[in-house]
T-cell receptor
Framework: KAGVTQTPRYLIKTRGQQVTLSCSPI?????VSWYQQTPGQGLQFLFE???????NKGNFPGRFSGRQFSNSRSEMNVSTLELGDSALYLCASSTGTVLYEQYFGPGTRLTVT | SQQGEEDPQALSIQEGENATMNCSYK?????LQWYRQNSGRGLVHLIL?????REKHSGRLRVTLDTSKKSSSLLITASRAADTASYFC????????????FGKGTLLTVNP
């Protein structure tokens, strides 16, 4: 099976712009989670989608949003970018059952200037 | 906020030695998982231990879980230079709102 893919891999944006990141999960996986990783805060959970519904959400401002499509692909959007949004954004997919392990994509490195 | 806290933050050993990393957490969990991340890349799942298990093995990895102390340890035996990476513990909790909460990780350097 193909792994989790994320596009783009690298992105440079200017403060105030918006950005959309894409994640394609492993075939058959219905759950997609998003994480933000920074040197200062580490890995922080953004949100999780299961069968097109947001099932769980972390403590991030409303500028961070996401959605999941019927084919389980997911997008994450950040509006009005701030310098502090510079991070590695990781997407992970899983089957979605309670005791699951997550399979991570390579991440999208976002730099906000 | 981080649930798991790894200890030590950094560990440097020689090839062939064993490496032990510890993780402590605060609330009740369904399971605890360990992941590895090579520099700036995605995470790779290593092992999952359920809350009713005490020890689990996978190849050169041995994980223990002590729910009474809310702690876990990851032992890598006969380490190799390729094991150089950051290691994270992640606690899984919740029912319908299940999520993983990661610690800040241990940076392991294995010197050849």
């Amino acid at each position: 099976k193909a792994g989790v893919t994320q596009t783009p891999r690298y992105l440079i944006k200017t403060r105030g712009q918006q950005v959309t990141l894409s994640c394609s999960p492993i075939s058959g996986h219905r759950s997609v989670s998003w994480y933000q990783q920074t040197p200062g805060q580490g890995l922080q959970f953004l949100f999780e989608y299961f069968s097109e519904t947001q099932r769980n959400k972390g403590n991030f401002p409303g500028r961070f949003s996401g959605r999941q499509f019927s084919n389980s692909r997911s997008e994450m959007n950040v509006s009005t970018l701030e310098l502090g949004d510079s991070a590695l954004y990781l997407c992970a997919s899983s089957t979605g059952t309670v005791l699951y392990e997550q399979y991570f994509g390579p991440g999208t490195r976002l730099t906000v200037t | 906020s981080q649930q798991g806290e790894e200890d030590p933050q950094a560990l440097s050993i020689q090839e062939g030695e064993n490496a032990t990393m510890n993780c402590s957490y605060k609330t009740s969990i369904n399971n605890l998982q360990w992941y590895r991340q090579n520099s700036g890349r995605g995470l790779v799942h290593l092992i999952l231990i359920r809350s009713n298990e005490r020890e689990k093995h996978s190849g050169r990895l041995r994980v223990t879980l002590d729910t009474s102390k809310k702690s876990s340890s990851l032992l890598i035996t006969a380490s190799r230079a390729a094991d150089t990476a950051s290691y994270f513990c992640a606690t899984g909790s919740g029912g319908s709102n299940y999520k993983l909460t990661f610690g800040k990780g241990t940076l392991l350097t294995v010197n050849p």
